[in-house]
């Protein structure tokens, strides 16, 4: 369902009821929104320091009086009567400077580098550890020195002085291409490719936790294997497929093709190998960009395999109950005959032993069948387990309607809580579960407020419903940035979730399709159909890269859960699987390259005065006991 985050159809009452709220009270002006954390406000990455002292350039004339340039000698002698008249004035004016420790140890570091400084110093030169010469040509010198606001006002009326200019960072283009070989050792990889300010959906998993307090730029930059799932077959059953879309664009070194429909559980030839039965929902298309596209895509070199389905309509839709977003909202289904048929003929003619791998983003509860109807599941599942014992791979999205997959120690929603399959939950890398709780909030106030106004109620009903309004505005320009809110590591509120809910991958991502008429669209799409092909993308990445493994369903999970970050998604119940899908780089880059912890999630740092890193990325002085739950395991240790 596309996420233009819709309202409830409580809140058109809410909206009308509080209509008013925001323009006569003025009591919640924006400043105010208790989700104003939410909304970070960027850093200016020009400010080198917070507060009025700061490093600076001062550009100095130094031509003599009569405008004519000094001889060498002369300007030595120059320069180094201008540097320590600037020390004078810093060591007169001490008492104005609003952290002094770090004019002493900005002194006192400049002491120690003379040991290491590579220019030599003339007889003549007597050059200052506060204020020295960095730089000459022709007519103008730079002096460098670190000054309080207050000096900077002396020092700018010296006759001599042209301009005192604070130091600016020059910030990267990308922090990327300076780590490729730091990634390489880190992640045994045969070669990193980048895919540069990608989605989220993508550079949320090539990196470990994001903590905005230890990082300073959220790192855009999606990070993978070179060999990026090629040779490895993925199969897509699904409701239609174009891979005649510029995603699928490079055929020159991988497959992408409509291989055959199903209808009336029968096989049948595609009529055009690139796109194959389009539907109202692009749900297939969308899967496939996500599984391989050159762009949205975890593993653009993968085989993509479309098997199109004709959809059938939902007759019991309006006996059920769906908590929003929900692919089965769309009155749709799959027939179970035309899955079990469509593996029938991979199996017989198409399928290659640890070179396959299954998405199934459709699934069912035992709740909708008849009792007689288990044993039709039954018979899925032992054709699910003897294509894995024959080395194939199956994830499947564990489902949207909020129900566990698993009861009593016993399946209940298929093909996800099937011992052979993957099953993928969903997390919240969009923020939506924050406008969720406030959803439910405000339909309790409007609930009672319609059987008795209160004052104050309404008055916190209003406040609500502005927060709301305003965190529903804003979501969408954080996300479309491409940056992640490190609050949005939970569970989304819609996701299924159970002991069988093996791993979890973003909720939220973006996608590329062409409609019936031709025209392309990128779109913010949700749900866990997309974050099992994003699991899928990584597995076919990792199968890559390791041709002579043989991998099954078994053992990939095995393998991501060695991988992935562990305990870092709130709202797992205690006991259940607390995964995090991970392609096998945990170290937490920052983009502008500014780092204010340690370890992993802080860019590999080290702590200083014999301080010790804590698995969470602080350096503390307690020397760690137990780093069971880090998670950077690498590729060379499983």
């Known amino acids: 369902m596309k996420i233009g985050i819709n309202i409830l159809s409580i809140l058109g009452v809410v909206s009308q009821l509080f209509s008013g709220a925001r323009a006569e009270n003025h009591d919640f002006p ?28 001062i550009l100095v004339n130094n031509t003599s009086d009569d405008g004519e340039n000094l001889s060498k000698r002369s300007l030595n002698q120059f320069i180094n009567e201008i540097s320590s008249e600037i020390s004078d004035i810093i060591i007169d004016n001490k008492e104005t400077y609003e952290d002094a420790k770090k004019l002493q140890e900005f002194e006192q570091k400049n002491i120690a580098l003379e040991k290491r400084s590579l220019k030599k110093r003339s007889d003549d030169e007597n050059e200052s550890n506060l204020a020295y010469p960095i730089s000459t040509l022709n007519d103008k010198t730079i002096i460098y020195s670190y000054l309080s606001k207050d000096i900077v006002d002396i020092i700018e009326k010296l006759p001599y ?39 989220i959906h993508l550079s949320l998993i090539s990196q470990g936790k994001y903590d905005d307090q230890l990082i300073g730029e959220y790192d855009k930059t999606y990070y993978y294997p070179s060999t990026a799932g090629k040779d490895v077959d993925i199969f897509i059953i699904d409701n239609g497929f174009n891979f005649r879309h510029s995603e699928f664009s490079n055929k020159n070194e991988r497959i992408a093709k409509c291989i055959f429909k199903v209808e009336n559980a029968k096989i049948v030839a595609s009529e055009d190998e690139e796109v194959c039965e389009k539907s109202d929902s692009y749900h297939g298309e969308k899967i496939a960009d996500l599984a391989g596209g050159l762009i949205h895509g ?40 035309h899955f079990i048929a469509a ?28 009792e007689n109807d288990k044993y039709m599941i039954d018979y899925w599942e032992e054709f699910i387990n003897e294509l894995a014992d024959e080395g194939a791979v199956f994830v499947a999205a564990a489902g949207n309607e909020g129900i566990q997959v698993d009861r009593d120690n016993k399946p209940f929603f298929y093909p996800c809580s099937y011992e052979n399959v993957i099953c993928v939950g969903a997390v919240d890398n969009y923020g939506k579960n924050k406008l969720h709780k406030l959803e439910i909030e405000i339909t309790e106030i409007t609930n ?76 913010i799409d949700v ?34 859960n060695k991988i992935g970050e562990k305990n870092i998604i709130n709202g797992i119940l205690e006991g259940n699987p607390n995964i995090f899908i991970n392609n096998g780089k945990h170290i937490v880059y920052s983009q502008d390259d500014n780092y204010y912890g340690c370890g992993p999630r802080s860019g590999d740092q080290k702590c200083l005065n014999n301080l010790f890193c804590t698995k969470d990325g602080y350096c503390s002085s307690d020397k760690p006991t137990d780093e069971s739950d880090s998670s950077s395991s690498s590729e060379s240790e499983i």
């Open 30 to 57: 924006y400043e105010t929104l208790t989700f104003d954390d939410l909304i970070k406000k960027p850093s200016n990455n020009n400010d080198v320091n917070k507060n009025n002292d700061n490093f600076y350039m």
């Open 161 to 199: 002085v042209m301009a005192c200019v604070p130091d600016v960072k020059l910030t990267r283009a990308s922090a990327a291409n300076n780590n490729l070989k730091r990634i390489e050792i880190e992640t045994n990889w045969s070669g990193v490719a980048t895919k540069e300010d990608s989605d």
């Open 298 to 337: 975890v593993a653009p070199k993968a085989n993509i395999y479309g098997i199109a389905m004709e959809e059938e309509p939902d007759e019991d839709s309006e006996n059920k109950t769906y908590n929003e977003p929900s692919d089965y909202s769309e009155e749709a289904v799959m027939l179970l005959s």
């Open 343 to 370: 593996m029938q003929h991979i199996r017989d003619s198409l399928f290659r032993p640890n070179k396959a791998i299954f998405n199934f983003s459709y699934g069912l509860a035992l709740d909708y069948f008849k």
């Open 448 to 523: 009672q407020l319609r059987v008795e106004f209160n004052d104050e109620l309404y008055m916190k009903g209003s406040q609500l419903y502005n927060n709301y309004m305003t965190l529903k505005s804003e979501l969408p320009k954080i996300f479309l940035n491409k940056t992640m809110d490190s609050s949005n590591y939970e569970v989304a509120y819609f996701s299924n979730y159970g002991k069988k809910v093996n791993i979890h991958a973003p909720a939220y991502v973006t996608v590329s399709y062409q409609d019936k008429l031709g025209d392309d669209y990128n779109e």
């Open 527 to 560: 749900g866990t159909s997309y974050s099992s092909p994003i699991v899928v993308g990584v597995a076919a990445t990792i199968m890559s890269e390791h041709p002579d493994k043989k991998f099954d369903s078994k053992s990939m999970l095995k393998y991501l």
